[in-house]
């Protein structure tokens, strides 16, 4: 039975994770049958109960229809109820007494999101790292490759393009080993009953959940996290950090990719089967759209409203709230699903990217030596004084917009600044040198090397 | 081919509009005829072609894979082409031509999310209209029936719960109204081709718009929208309000349904097929949740951050967006879903609410006359003074709260006290009349009048 | 005492009204002051005492000390019993029964906050004016001016600058109409007492509600609208509005005056009396950074996350909420402020746009003629059909990117090419003509018009 | 010269660290200040340099006008420049050029903004300790102090209160553990100068940004992180983790605290100066607020829009961002000075809180019996088997609920039942234990002193 996705699949459902409803099912019911092998284990179910349930609940995931369980949550306001009773009757009597024993529906229910969640953070950071390996191809490649800085959307000063992917570099490997992080330490079991004493267990209950974690392969926590959302939250904050890191990364490649920049662009491969381009138009032979980039933005710009969903939800009152618990349910998989099909378009990205060194070089040049006017001053100061250096580079750079002449141009042709020039012995030469932009970049190699390093350790 | 609402399509897919996968696929296909009619109708489809486009699509909404054209998604960032193509094949040739003439793929999916806002938006202000009409019944039938009033979750003065059930009649009718007032100006179709122009439309776009508007009913908006998104932000106030008032309603039910407070139950009617009761719990048969306001907040709850999405979206670069666009698609239907369900539980809450008066006057009685304690004051305060009447009344009321004697007890057997009151006059009749929760209700049934009055003339 | 806007003032504190500590402050002592004329006027203070009160809440606005104050609201968990005693010293004893007389510390906050809603929106109007107005004269100015459309940004096809500013008109006249609708309609005073009912006033409270709304100007309610927040949500959609108008704008303007593209640029004027340069850098003289355009985009993106909270804020249990309610202030109050801000820098921003046609002209030639691709592909489809002429187009086009060479030289030079349609009879005037961008504009001039026209209707 | 902190400062910024305008000043001169230092050690600046920055800087720091820079932050869209102006003036010309060399604003922004995060965060972290020890005595002191647990707002099975606090505790040693990471290793100095190379201190930038950091005592980050925004989501995420700690307790003592639970309540401490009574309400006197935990809740249902409206700029361009940088500083602080809100009147709360034991027995044995529902049948499972069991006690419920008798009392009365009863052998003494909820606590002492012992291990 295939997995709705939707009619947006293709851009939001990317990431190989099914969080949609046999996603969910499929986890409820390893939840389920791991409780069973769990009670077996801890001498609280009949021998062979464990199995039993693992196959009734395989079964049961392939055979069962989401959506007709998902209508039957209207009578108790969640799915596990009528869940139970269905696997229940799948499994042979004897068996029976181990569905479920001392567990409650919201026990089922973040268990299987941690599960969900544990797929997701999988997924999610093999794809970082995938992406983190292209960009620290770039950033080696591209070590020396000269290219205009832009600040607040203006030509600020050069820089090298393997300086901007190095920046890439270090938040993906940053939010990777943040989701890193919290798929190791922070994805429990939860198992606490019907208000978190595990009372009809009688004084097995922290046995039984010793015994459910190790099944599962989650944490189990120093006591049930019912209405403690710090997991949720923490999760929630690992894909707002994978989702930024991309976010930024594809940002950047739309404006670069502008055809009046056209400093890099996503290659688009060869036509489909059907004969479509990717990226492409049928109409506009011309267009060659940034895909990934887009399909990135359009995943993590709904990330801000998830998360504030999910840290507003984390409110929940007594043993188990009335509504805020519910509202995670939905977001919860949202959110995985939408960072696990950014951080998958990321991958592609990061290896589709095609960089032209050649139109950065020319964008750097059309700036007529501007971006190095700084530069310049801080070469008469010394001569000059600070003050007197910045006015006179200052008023070669208004000249120079004015008049439409390059930078060296004002600077050597105006008869008053030719002259204080020489009379400070600047010559030619050292302008020239000034002006060269390969000579203004001050750290950006060591910065580079330093992202690289970190990646290299970081990958091992 | 049932619509897949996922595993928690009880609690949050309840609404009766189908805003996923097929949904949007019918809405772009009804999209797609209508504008095979309205090229027809301009002359610039032959004649019947409108005809055989309306048929395919009719054919095609019930037969095409949604999740299919959803993976073709990936190729071009959106469905539209792919569908498109489906579509073509299956009309004659001479109709081909008709096919998406002069649009492209924001106009088919800006038109099919108004199909749906109108669609949801109906759905809610009948459910709305329910409600209110439930609430409306409420009030009139408690207009005299007392209950204490509780601010920041502490007893305060006394109330009716007319009034209350009049404010949440207020409110339901306020968001009904603002709802249809968008349904009817606000949903507009969006055609405007490549970039906004229409021009392969020649001179006859703004003509197409019209009748595209006209076979669809919806409204002609002066020029495309592409990236002028006010009227989705309008679609998210409209929920937003609607979902507020549903809220607000849903709160006061869970926290006047808890056991300690009792003064209202939703009713759970008898157990369905399978033997269980609505509300129920297996384990503990005392149990009674009020499954509706549950839903509902757990609806509501989500709101919020969807609404923040879409309002982040709106800022949208040139004549189509790379990023913010594609965000607004899941989000926009996922908040018709949210505020369809919360509405429709909404009308069953409304109609099955349980009021017990009685324990609304037993829970008034329980404060032993505190609540009227300003209300003893303002009577002593022509004889006393304001100050010197707060003054006896407040030992008085410390007294009651110490010694726990009702505060008519604390008045008269305080010697001090009772030596005042005779020697200014008040007699034990005007103290117990003072202390009547009755006579100090102010305008509470004029407020309510006023809230049915405005009712009737809105629902007229 | 000057208000203290903070650091960022300049940027984020610009619409003129005073949304801060002082700004409170006057609007809680305004709505005293009304309450006590509204009191007299019922009868229920004594001749005099309006004017006594409304004297001292004068002189109470300009010397206390919104900071202390503000301390003591820690003690009630709001500064209206702190105010409420201060006013209270600075009144004469005969006046004092009229302060507050009937009120609780919510009727005096909220109606306090639509005092600065009143304020804030009359001045978001008036700005989204100003703003209209100038980008009305900017369509106007630019009717015929091509430039290239972008969409995913990325070219796509021509269009007029006149259109695009025609868009930005449309929205800012739609979201100053929504915003006018609802400082008109939806600000009403708030006045209940402790818990709704008025009751320390008898039967006197909705005739004193209805005096006091005369007195400020504001609507009367049906009944108190404590915990029935749309008003709220109104304030907040109508300011989503606005600020999503604006933003548009602005990333328009961050994207066109990128030096890369350099159709737009934001006049600096002269430099101010210090020597700086608006949008200047002093260390980089061809720096020219879109300050207000930057500056509404720092204002915009806040406002997604401030309604979320006052929509999730709506929620509000029995009488008064036990925290939501509180967790509006600073919120409503920094969505006004910032809104404000951003309609502010709009109009400056619109005032200042320097339009670069011949820019936009040459950004247009450099695409070669592609951008009209699509419209040759229609010339020659009667001949052709439709598949062909496609094809024929697409050949050249993809000629065209490799070889480096205007689409038209592609299509004349290839000699299959040329043989074709020297065959169908295509003359090369006939491609010279389609390749005109000026020819190929559509609607354009229509919907400028039409947007033009319409502002022209709403400024009456 | 005092901070203003507003109207509602006493509810909002108790933290102690002042974020606003005169807050941010500080930090940006200690940041000013540090660079001098460094400059000077690096051997970029004159010996004595950095003395006499620090010394204008501390001057500064006292005099200047926060809102009078601000209004300057206008010209060029941050308050940096018109501060370095300021500070220059007033260092001696010889140390002139050591004030803000290689710095570019953002250097001093942000730098400033992770020194305001680590006073908040250390703010933070040591009220969240001080009210874990609070909640640590609660846990240990009511180990055994039974209670009904509430779940969906609905009384459930027996808990203790020692449960609750103890869950109270983990979730905050939690957060506190959390908060402290991000303090620890994730703020760190932000220095790239113009474009994230440092190029004006040619290759001496990453020595003069370790010594930076070093004078700051913050971290050197691999590169400057101008666009890369994981270390502000990181503090965002520390705070959403804090405020939803204490968001769950103040929701359960809000609800708690209500008259008709009544389980815990706000102590009041005797009135202040002014006779004004903590919590209190001068009209009525029998009120007690719980201002804590209503202004806990007023700071944390802020917290969501704010952490969502910095994970959303978290999207820059480039080498600085246009807008969504501005975005962060108001949102950045202000979230800093909610969460410390919050966390100072969780300290006080849970200094302050009242537990009454005798109240929440009372309010379980109210329920006579029915939470025990789950045991007596249990009990009988083995003897009757589990369907026969829960039948007969699903009887006995419904009959007690309807007769109003407790479960004992119906399960005893009904002569089927007895009869059932007798002939398995259930004596009346298995009953009444059964029906102990002491008996019925499952894992709950487990469960507290595992939090407890995991308490204490981190508050060594």
Same mark, same amino acid.
């Given at each position: 039975m295939a997995e709705d996705t939707g009619l947006f699949g293709g851009v939001f459902?990317?990431?190989?994770?099914?969080?949609?409803?046999?996603?969910?099912?499929r986890a409820m019911l390893d939840t389920e &049958?791991?409780? %069973?092998?769990?009670?077996?284990? @801890?001498?609280? #179910?009949?021998?062979? /109960? =464990?199995? !039993?349930?693992?196959a009734a609940a395989t079964t049961a995931a392939a055979t069962l229809d989401p959506a007709a369980?998902?209508?039957?949550?209207?009578?108790?306001?969640?799915?596990?109820?009528a869940l139970v009773r269905e696997l229940t009757r799948m499994v042979p009597p004897d068996a029976a007494g181990a569905v479920h024993q001392g567990a409650t529906s919201q026990d089922i229910i973040?268990?299987?999101?941690?599960?969900?969640?544990?797929? &997701?953070?999988? %997924?999610?950071?093999?794809?970082? @790292?995938?992406? #983190?390996?292209?960009? /620290? =191809?770039? !950033?080696?490649?591209?070590?020396?490759?000269?290219?205009?800085g832009r600040?607040?959307?203006?030509?600020?000063?050069?820089?090298?393009?393997?300086?901007?992917?190095?920046?890439?570099l270090t938040s993906l490997d940053e939010a990777r080993q943040a989701a890193g992080r919290v798929a190791a330490d922070r994805l429990a079991v939860q198992f606490g009953g019907a208000a978190g004493t595990l009372a009809s267990l009688g004084t097995d209950g922290p046995r039984v959940a010793g015994l459910l974690a190790a099944e599962l392969g989650l944490s189990c926590p120093l006591m049930p996290w019912h209405t403690d959302r710090l997991r949720v939250i923490d999760v929630g904050a690992a894909c707002a950090g994978a989702s930024a890191a991309l976010a930024k990364i594809?940002?950047?490649?739309?404006?670069l990719a502008q055809?009046?920049?056209?400093?890099?662009?996503?290659g688009s491969g060869p036509p489909d089967a059907g004969g479509v381009r990717r990226g492409g138009s049928s109409a506009m032979p011309h267009k060659q759209n940034p895909v990934a980039a887009i399909a990135i933005l359009g995943c993590t710009r709904r990330v801000p409203g998830l998360v504030a969903t999910l840290v507003a939800a984390a409110e929940q009152e007594h043993q188990r709230a009335a509504g805020a618990w519910h509202a995670e349910w939905e977001p919860f998989a949202d959110l995985l699903r939408l960072t696990g099909s950014a951080a998958s378009w990321g991958a592609e990205l990061a290896g589709r990217l095609i960089v032209d060194p050649g139109r950065m070089r020319a964008n750097l040049d059309a700036a007529h030596g501007l971006p190095l006017a700084e530069h310049v001053s801080g070469l008469l100061a010394p001569a000059l004084g600070r003050v007197a250096a910045h006015d006179l580079v200052?008023?070669?750079?208004?000249?120079?917009?004015?008049?439409?002449?390059?930078?060296?141009?004002?600077?050597?042709?105006?008869?008053?600044?030719?002259?204080?020039?020489?009379?400070?012995?600047?010559?030619?030469?050292?302008?020239d040198s000034a002006l060269d932009p390969a000579g203004y970049l001050g750290a950006a190699r060591q910065f580079t090397d330093a992202a690289l390093a970190a990646h290299a350790r970081c990958s091992k």
């Amino acid at each position: 039975m295939a997995e709705d996705t939707g009619l947006f699949g293709g851009v939001f459902a990317r990431g190989g994770v099914d969080t949609g409803g046999r996603g969910w099912l499929r986890a409820m019911l390893d939840t389920e &049958a791991a409780l %069973a092998r769990a009670l077996e284990r @801890a001498g609280l #179910a009949p021998a062979g /109960a =464990g199995a !039993a349930v693992t196959a009734a609940a395989t079964t049961a995931a392939a055979t069962l229809d989401p959506a007709a369980l998902g209508g039957q949550a209207a009578l108790t306001g969640n799915p596990v109820p009528a869940l139970v009773r269905e696997l229940t009757r799948m499994v042979p009597p004897d068996a029976a007494g181990a569905v479920h024993q001392g567990a409650t529906s919201q026990d089922i229910i973040d268990t299987a999101a941690m599960l969900l969640a544990r797929q &997701a953070l999988t %997924a999610v950071t093999a794809d970082l @790292a995938a992406t #983190a390996d292209g960009c /620290a =191809g770039l !950033a080696a490649a591209h070590r020396d490759t000269l290219m205009i800085g832009r600040t607040l959307l203006q030509q600020a000063v050069p820089v090298t393009f393997g300086l901007v992917a190095a920046g890439w570099l270090t938040s993906l490997d940053e939010a990777r080993q943040a989701a890193g992080r919290v798929a190791a330490d922070r994805l429990a079991v939860q198992f606490g009953g019907a208000a978190g004493t595990l009372a009809s267990l009688g004084t097995d209950g922290p046995r039984v959940a010793g015994l459910l974690a190790a099944e599962l392969g989650l944490s189990c926590p120093l006591m049930p996290w019912h209405t403690d959302r710090l997991r949720v939250i923490d999760v929630g904050a690992a894909c707002a950090g994978a989702s930024a890191a991309l976010a930024k990364i594809a940002r950047d490649v739309t404006l670069l990719a502008q055809p009046e920049v056209g400093e890099v662009r996503e290659g688009s491969g060869p036509p489909d089967a059907g004969g479509v381009r990717r990226g492409g138009s049928s109409a506009m032979p011309h267009k060659q759209n940034p895909v990934a980039a887009i399909a990135i933005l359009g995943c993590t710009r709904r990330v801000p409203g998830l998360v504030a969903t999910l840290v507003a939800a984390a409110e929940q009152e007594h043993q188990r709230a009335a509504g805020a618990w519910h509202a995670e349910w939905e977001p919860f998989a949202d959110l995985l699903r939408l960072t696990g099909s950014a951080a998958s378009w990321g991958a592609e990205l990061a290896g589709r990217l095609i960089v032209d060194p050649g139109r950065m070089r020319a964008n750097l040049d059309a700036a007529h030596g501007l971006p190095l006017a700084e530069h310049v001053s801080g070469l008469l100061a010394p001569a000059l004084g600070r003050v007197a250096a910045h006015d006179l580079v200052a008023r070669a750079s208004a000249h120079a917009v004015t008049a439409g002449v390059p930078l060296r141009e004002a600077l050597l042709a105006l008869p008053e600044l030719r002259e204080q020039l020489e009379r400070v012995g600047v010559t030619q030469e050292r302008i020239d040198s000034a002006l060269d932009p390969a000579g203004y970049l001050g750290a950006a190699r060591q910065f580079t090397d330093a992202a690289l390093a970190a990646h290299a350790r970081c990958s091992k």
